[in-house]
């Protein structure tokens, strides 16, 4: 497998990896929304335990809704009254759920059962008490706009009197809220009569949660957001005398249990926070070390050499090797269709092949076939010399697309062969297979001409070493909900790991000091014609020169030069190309070029047509203050928010 297709496929895995941790979990789009922008709870302890609570919600809807219900939990000793809901200001008629008069018969599930209630009409609000709760509904009729909702109620035995301490321990929102909030503020009042430094106060939820002792007689707890299904719970303490005429009391002190409980909860909370400021901020951190680490032994290792030669211009050839392993050069390990139409004129020059231009037989009257087709003519010049590549190539052109022995004197195969053997998409894996067979055989090549350097076995074995290594600790923290930014660093660390190593190929000193020659030769051939006559090589040498131009990039640029060197394309009696390229008409470099151009277009789309095979898809048969713990959960209310 070529290392473009493993980098492909890896690209692919890539991919997957990065899908599969972003994504976690696909939601369902529907019709229409709610969005609880802010949600004020104002609660008030009385004299005698009592707690008055006045709820506010602002809530925008997207679409049509029916109704909003809020469950309430309480504890046995515990009793609501007093209840009244509120729709921007105006209150809202109680129902008393008679099927009678009602409108609606609605289905909920409390604990794991199911029951029944009914509701009554628009602007009608019913209570319903189950198992220790009290669900509140009402009906409203809201769509695509924005409404202020506020109930209030009274939790009667909301404070717990201790010996020592009064307790409040209560659930403003409670687990079971399917929908979240934007931000959710409490403002508790106690009653006056204490300093602020007797108040006590610890807030249960989210742990960027805040929790504030504003004064003696006054505590406020903020989240923002309040995700859904996240309970937000708070609890206060105080002296006794601030509710003399309570009625709920726990018979023994509570003070150092309470403290002794919120140390453990703080303990955990601020643990997971020290965690959590570790995925944090080690995420960045692990991030950028990491990836800067692969690239910089990358960027370490492809420095170039230095070099010993320094000029603008080479005038020779600065490699006697063949012109398809300066493209490898050139190109950095890259085989290239013009390297194939470089080797067939070097194979011309060097008296291997003719290179023959006509005019092919029209097959019928409306044909519209090539007006100008070339020739490729074996001469009798034995190919044991020449290098597999070449004899590779031969073979390929004259045997597999000609049908013709390559050793043949006078054996032929023309361009239009080549491009109609593609053409045919049963010969296309036959093409790409030859094709690849090249690229390999050019490549074995340049490794043996030591053109260029890649990591030593050790090497590699250290890098993918550190790849596991990084990928092994994303892993394992992957099991803990604490670092999950920090386990995706490290796997996208090793991820990059991985991928660094595609390209970690670079010059040798050998192969950087013929770069730069040939580097220095291909400026040369841009600016001959700029030169001095004497300073010009002779016709002959730019045969050559032309060849080696190909791979350069630069054939183009050499043959408009020597259209002004030499206009009659001839020196000294001697015509260009004499002995291996014959032209149909009047030999000048215009029909020179049309050969060069002809036959490398026909070479790509060739090689274009037969990936067209090699890449298509395979069949598929398939179809005190500060911030909060994370403790909690025991606080009376709770309940959560739903809508209809």
Same mark, same amino acid.
Request: neutral net charge; glycine residues 10%; hydrophobic residues 40%.
């Given at each position: 497998?070529?290392?473009?297709?493993?980098?492909?496929?890896?690209?692919?895995?890539?991919?997957?990896?990065?899908?599969?941790?972003?994504?976690?979990?696909?939601?369902?789009?529907?019709?229409?929304?709610?969005?609880?922008?802010?949600?004020?709870?104002?609660?008030?302890?009385?004299?005698?335990?009592?707690?008055?609570?006045?709820?506010?919600?602002?809530?925008?809807?997207?679409?049509?809704?029916?109704?909003?219900?809020?469950?309430?939990?309480?504890?046995?000793?515990?009793?609501?009254?007093?209840?009244?809901?509120?729709?921007?200001?105006?209150?809202?008629?109680?129902?008393?759920?008679?099927?009678?008069?009602?409108?609606?018969?609605?289905?909920?599930?409390?604990?794991?059962?199911?029951?029944?209630?009914?509701?009554?009409?628009?602007?009608?609000?019913?209570?319903?008490?189950?198992?220790?709760?009290?669900?509140?509904?009402?009906?409203?009729?809201?769509?695509?706009?924005?409404?202020?909702?506020?109930?209030?109620?009274?939790?009667?035995?909301?404070?717990?009197?201790?010996?020592?301490?009064?307790?409040?321990?209560?659930?403003?929102?409670?687990?079971?809220?399917?929908?979240?909030?934007?931000?959710?503020?409490?403002?508790?009042?106690?009653?006056? #009569?204490?300093?602020?430094?007797?108040?006590?106060?610890?807030?249960?939820?989210?742990?960027?949660?805040?929790?504030?002792?504003?004064?003696?007689?006054?505590?406020?707890?903020?989240?923002?957001?309040?995700?859904?299904?996240?309970?937000?719970?708070?609890?206060?303490?105080?002296?006794?005398?601030?509710?003399?005429?309570?009625?709920?009391?726990?018979?023994?002190?509570?003070?150092?249990?309470?403290?002794?409980?919120?140390?453990?909860?703080?303990?955990?909370?601020?643990?997971?926070?020290?965690?959590?400021?570790?995925?944090?901020?080690?995420?960045?951190?692990?991030?950028?070390?990491?990836?800067?680490?692969?690239?910089?032994?990358?960027?370490?290792?492809?420095?170039?050499?230095?070099?010993?030669?320094?000029?603008?211009?080479?005038?020779?050839?600065?490699?006697?090797?063949?012109?398809?392993?300066?493209?490898?050069?050139?190109?950095?390990?890259?085989?290239?269709?013009?390297?194939?139409?470089?080797?067939?004129?070097?194979?011309?020059?060097?008296?291997?092949?003719?290179?023959?231009?006509?005019?092919?037989?029209?097959?019928?009257?409306?044909?519209?076939?090539?007006?100008?087709?070339?020739?490729?003519?074996?001469?009798?010049?034995?190919?044991?010399?020449?290098?597999?590549?070449?004899?590779?190539?031969?073979?390929?052109?004259?045997?597999?697309?000609?049908?013709?022995?390559?050793?043949?004197?006078?054996?032929?195969?023309?361009?239009?062969?080549?491009?109609?053997?593609?053409?045919?998409?049963?010969?296309?894996?036959?093409?790409?297979?030859?094709?690849?067979?090249?690229?390999?055989?050019?490549?074995?090549?340049?490794?043996?001409?030591?053109?260029?350097?890649?990591?030593?076995?050790?090497?590699?074995?250290?890098?993918?070493?550190?790849?596991?290594?990084?990928? #092994?600790?994303?892993?394992?923290?992957?099991?803990?909900?604490?670092?999950?930014?920090?386990?995706?660093?490290?796997?996208?660390?090793?991820?990059?790991?991985?991928?660094?190593?595609?390209?970690?190929?670079?010059?040798?000193?050998? #192969?950087?000091?013929?770069?730069?020659?040939?580097?220095?030769?291909?400026?040369?051939?841009?600016?001959?014609?700029?030169?001095?006559?004497?300073?010009?090589?002779?016709?002959?040498?730019?045969?050559?020169?032309?060849?080696?131009?190909?791979?350069?990039?630069?054939?183009?640029?050499?043959?408009?030069?020597?259209?002004?060197?030499?206009?009659?394309?001839?020196?000294?009696?001697?015509?260009?190309?004499?002995?291996?390229?014959?032209?149909?008409?009047?030999?000048?470099?215009?029909?020179?070029?049309?050969?060069?151009?002809?036959?490398?277009?026909?070479?790509?789309?060739?090689?274009?047509?037969?990936?067209?095979?090699?890449?298509?898809?395979?069949?598929?048969?398939?179809?005190?203050?500060?911030?909060?713990?994370?403790?909690?959960?025991?606080?009376?209310?709770?309940?959560?928010?739903?809508?209809?």
């Amino acid at each position: 497998m070529s290392s473009g297709k493993m980098y492909k496929k890896l690209v692919v895995i890539v991919l997957t990896v990065i899908l599969c941790l972003s994504i976690g979990r696909i939601t369902s789009v529907h019709a229409r929304s709610v969005d609880m922008e802010y949600v004020s709870v104002v609660a008030k302890i009385n004299s005698d335990g009592s707690m008055d609570v006045m709820e506010y919600y602002d809530v925008r809807f997207d679409g049509q809704w029916n109704g909003m219900s809020r469950w309430i939990n309480l504890f046995d000793h515990m009793e609501i009254s007093n209840i009244a809901v509120y729709e921007n200001g105006e209150p809202l008629t109680y129902h008393s759920g008679d099927p009678a008069n009602s409108t609606e018969e609605i289905t909920s599930v409390r604990n794991n059962q199911e029951f029944r209630y009914w509701v009554g009409p628009v602007g009608t609000f019913v209570a319903v008490e189950r198992g220790g709760s009290v669900l509140l509904d009402w009906s409203i009729n809201a769509n695509n706009t924005k409404k202020t909702y506020a109930f209030q109620y009274r939790v009667h035995n909301a404070v717990t009197v201790h010996d020592d301490v009064a307790e409040l321990y209560y659930q403003f929102m409670g687990a079971d809220s399917p929908h979240p909030f934007g931000s959710f503020v409490v403002q508790l009042e106690l009653p006056e #009569g204490a300093n602020q430094d007797e108040i006590l106060a610890w807030g249960h939820g989210p742990l960027y949660g805040e929790v504030s002792i504003l004064s003696g007689n006054e505590v406020q707890w903020h989240v923002s957001p309040l995700p859904a299904e996240t309970m937000f719970e708070g609890r206060a303490l105080f002296p006794t005398s601030l509710v003399p005429e309570a009625t709920y009391f726990s018979k023994g002190p509570g003070l150092a249990r309470i403290l002794e409980e919120e140390k453990a909860w703080s303990d955990e909370s601020n643990r997971e926070r020290r965690q959590a400021r570790v995925d944090l901020y080690g995420f960045p951190l692990v991030l950028v070390a990491g990836i800067g680490f692969f690239f910089a032994k990358r960027f370490r290792f492809l420095r170039y050499h230095k070099t010993e030669f320094v000029g603008d211009y080479y005038r020779e050839l600065p490699g006697a090797y063949i012109p398809a392993v300066l493209g490898q050069l050139w190109n950095k390990n890259k085989h290239k269709p013009e390297m194939i139409m470089a080797t067939i004129m070097d194979l011309g020059r060097r008296g291997y092949l003719v290179i023959q231009e006509f005019a092919p037989e029209k097959k019928g009257i409306f044909s519209r076939g090539r007006k100008t087709d070339y020739r490729l003519i074996r001469q009798n010049k034995p190919i044991e010399d020449l290098s597999f590549y070449e004899q590779k190539l031969l073979r390929f052109l004259f045997w597999d697309i000609g049908q013709m022995d390559e050793n043949q004197p006078n054996a032929q195969v023309t361009l239009g062969q080549i491009e109609d053997f593609t053409k045919k998409k049963s010969n296309r894996p036959t093409f790409h297979s030859n094709y690849e067979g090249l690229s390999y055989a050019i490549e074995e090549k340049t490794q043996k001409d030591d053109f260029f350097e890649t990591l030593s076995k050790k090497e590699k074995i250290i890098h993918f070493g550190l790849v596991a290594f990084f990928a #092994g600790i994303g892993v394992v923290l992957l099991k803990w909900s604490a670092f999950q930014f920090l386990s995706i660093a490290f796997i996208l660390v090793s991820i990059v790991g991985a991928l660094t190593i595609k390209g970690m190929t670079r010059y040798s000193k050998k #192969g950087l000091e013929d770069y730069v020659r040939w580097k220095a030769f291909r400026k040369f051939l841009q600016d001959f014609s700029a030169m001095d006559q004497h300073q010009i090589p002779s016709l002959v040498i730019w045969e050559q020169y032309l060849v080696y131009a190909i791979p350069l990039g630069v054939a183009k640029e050499v043959i408009k030069q020597l259209q002004m060197v030499f206009p009659n394309m001839e020196q000294d009696g001697r015509q260009f190309g004499y002995g291996w390229y014959m032209s149909a008409g009047m030999m000048n470099f215009e029909g020179f070029n049309r050969m060069m151009e002809d036959s490398e277009k026909c070479i790509t789309r060739s090689v274009k047509e037969s990936y067209k095979v090699a890449q298509s898809k395979d069949s598929d048969s398939s179809g005190g203050g500060g911030g909060f713990s994370g403790g909690g959960g025991g606080g009376a209310g709770g309940g959560g928010v739903d809508f209809r």
